[in-house]
């Protein structure tokens, strides 16, 4: 056997393409931002979806204004408690534009660090957290388990600050 060029190979398979450069997306999942890839089994965690990367998803439902004024800014605006939910059902169900808000990861952990339970059920479900009461808008965060679903409130404080400056991306959804 002289040694020399084989010229046979096998024929390209129409089903599958080969990108040597890595330079095409791939489409075997979710892997933008903001697109829901993982999903907490329990209920009352503060955060439920998480997209490829990490980062959390909440939702939260506004008035016109509010809406156009965090359009224009990206900083959500503050109303109120200013509250967040991990849920879309427990958010799409009051008045207004329901929006999808993409944090970084580690954002509810950042908030739960100046946080407050604000019912029996946020405390047994988040021991670490103080359940002091009296004024807290400006200092910390409050999480108060409602409807079985586990709510942030912002105010307009610190928590606040917190949360917009790890916002991502957000989506109007109605």
């Not at 965090?70 to 329901?98: C, I, N």
């Not at 946020?122 to 079985?148: D, M, Y």
């Amino acid at each position: 056997m002289a040694g020399g060029l084989r010229p046979q190979a096998y024929v390209h398979n129409p089903m599958e393409w080969v990108d040597p450069f890595g330079l095409a997306e791939c489409p075997k999942g979710p892997s933008k931002v903001g697109v829901p890839a993982t999903r907490s089994s329990n209920q009352l965690d503060t955060v439920l979806e998480r997209d490829a990367y990490g980062n959390e998803i909440m939702y939260r439902s506004m008035s016109e204004k509010q809406y156009r004024i965090f359009e224009e800014t990206g900083q959500l605006p503050y109303a109120g408690e200013t509250s967040v939910s991990p849920l879309l059902e427990y958010s799409s169900k009051y008045d207004g534009h329901t929006v999808k808000i993409t944090t970084q990861r580690g954002t509810s952990a950042q908030l739960q660090d100046i946080g407050i339970a604000a019912n029996k059920p946020a405390s047994i479900e988040l021991p670490h957290l103080s359940t002091q009461t009296g004024k807290w808008n400006q200092t910390h965060s409050r999480f108060k388990v409602e409807s079985g679903q586990m709510t942030t409130q912002l105010s307009q404080g610190k928590a606040l600050d917190i949360f917009n400056q790890n916002i991502l991306d957000f989506e109007l959804l109605e």
